[in-house]
Structures are given as C-alpha cells and as structure tokens.
C-alpha cells in the first residue's frame, strides 16, 4: 500500500475519491454525492491509499482558521476497514499539518467512528453538529505538535 497525496485537479483520482465516499458515506443513507455541490473543494488537499492501482481510502482537509485545519470525507473500503489503512492515513496528514505549521485538526465524527479517531489522538470537545446524512457528529480536535 502506498499513502500519496493529491488534488481535486487530479481527475482521475478525485473521481475514484468520489466513487468510494458515494459507496461509504452517502449511499448507505439513500443519498447521492453526485447531487451535491463540491466545487469548494477545489481548495482541498487530499490523500489517498492505493493498492494495485486502485484508491482503497481517502480523506481530504482544508483550512478552517488560521493554523487549524478541518479533516473530512474519510472513507476506506469497506473489505479493508480495520487494517491499518485509517491510521496510515492520519499519519500522513499530521506529518504534513506539522510541517505546514498547523496548531489543530478538527474533525466531525459520526458514530462510532469516533472511537476510530480517539485511537488516534483526537478527543470530543463537547461540541455536537447536526449532519444532513445521517445525523448527530461529535466535534473533535487534536492537536498537531505536543510542545
């Protein structure tokens, strides 16, 4: 498995990108990502997990404040949930947060993947959004450098 990093400039894996957060994030609620505007995320950055040259997960962020970054629309295949490709995933986004002098990572958790991110370092301030798929998210935050 290999983590890369792109853009929504690159077409052909920004459209896999969409193709696996349709299967894993909307179409299990009855939605469609297609029905959706996404020309902001034109400002994303993205990073994807490829095996045998095929997008297995995904996720993407943008900045939200000044040296705080928003994670989003993460998704792993659903055969290949559970083994590691999450965390690979997350590593890499920090490790380029940090070198990008980021504070803070927010995220909106749906459960129960909010376990999945305290695994890896994130922690619930309290704060709930209202999700237009499929509910309540849990707003969490982790710091990108322990001084």
């Known amino acids: ?26 179409q299990p609620w009855g939605f469609s990502i297609y029905d959706e505007n996404l020309s902001y995320e034109t400002e994303n950055q993205f990073f994807g997990a490829v095996e045998n040259g095929k997008l297995i997960g995904s996720l993407n962020y943008f900045v939200k404040a000044p040296k705080t970054a928003q994670l989003c629309a993460f998704a792993i295949k659903k055969d290949r949930q559970k083994a590691g490709i999450g965390t690979a995933l997350v590593k890499a986004l920090f490790q380029e947060l940090q070198e990008s002098d980021f504070e803070k990572c927010t ?15 994130f922690v619930k301030t309290g704060e709930k959004r209202m999700n237009p798929v499929d509910g309540i998210s849990f707003v969490m935050i982790r710091r990108v450098k322990n001084d």
Do not use: C, H, N
């Open 1 to 26: 498995m290999e983590i890369i990093r792109y853009t929504s400039r690159d077409m052909a894996l920004y459209q896999e990108t969409l193709e696996l957060r349709d299967e894993i994030l909307r």
């Open 107 to 121: 995220v909106s958790a749906r459960p129960p993947a909010d376990s999945f991110y305290e695994k890896v370092g």
